[in-house]
């Protein structure tokens, strides 16, 4: 997809240059954007980072918010399949690994336990959403500040982890499955994802890197009828509403 930064002054910002030089993705005035064959726009409003495509000219843009999950992360956060799949109990804090950050929702409830998260993401665009949707978290309070101090992002492809020399007990993966029919029914951040990335066909490979990474599981979340990962054995299902957590034990 080609996506740029609009600016809306008549020059571009500090905040808008930075983003400039760390993503290379060219900057465009706001008022130009619509002569320009572009899919996308990434830009600063009211201090946050969003990201509008062209092809969802009606839906509010895309950003990420940390504050809408607090909810889920305090009320009986024990008790979701997440939670339980990755093996997080009673005295039990593995170190994770979620090898398809995203926008980090997954990873914000793993770490909102108590648990350390590292979250890679290899697409520039979505890793600048989540590390803004972090940085903001990060500087909301002194909750914010705890939570966000235990997820560490990377922009960087899973699949290319043979240099890692970290083991972690956890690896997680939530690769972006093929768009349902029902794609009207997926919730905003997910038809954002569904639109802007393209489906994943690399099980095995994914699970072979895991394979070396984990010392103790690697839990994938599927759509609930969506089939596994690879043809290889699962070893414990938990079931949410919508999606399902299978769990390789090593
Ligand atoms: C379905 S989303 C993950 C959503 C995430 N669990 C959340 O809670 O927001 C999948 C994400 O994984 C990223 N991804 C896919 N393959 C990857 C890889 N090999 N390395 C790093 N990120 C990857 C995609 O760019 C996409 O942002």
Known sequence: MNICIAYKCQVPDADEGQLHARTGLPLVSLLEISKIQSDGYLYFSDGIL???????PGMTPLFVSFEGLERRAKDSLFQQSLIKAVGI??????????????????GFLM?????KV????????????????????????SNGKEVSKRIQIENRDFLESKTLTNRY???????MFPMSKKRSRSKRPMLYLQEFLQAENNGDQMLSVAKRIATKRIVVKRGIRSPTLTNHDVDMVYRG????FDVYLI
Do not use: H, M
């Open 50 to 56: 969003k990201l509008q495509l062209l092809s969802l």
């Open 89 to 106: 109990g009673k005295g039990k804090r593995p170190s994770i690994l979620d090898g398809t950050g995203g926008l980090g929702s997954d």
């Open 111 to 115: 770490a909102s336990t108590g648990c």
């Open 118 to 141: 590292s979250l890679f993401e290899r697409d520039k665009v979505i890793y600048e959403l989540l590390k803004d949707g972090l940085r903001r978290y990060a500087a909301k309070d």
């Open 169 to 175: 007990e956890v690896v997680y993966l939530d690769p």
């Open 241 to 244: 509403n919508s999606n399902r």
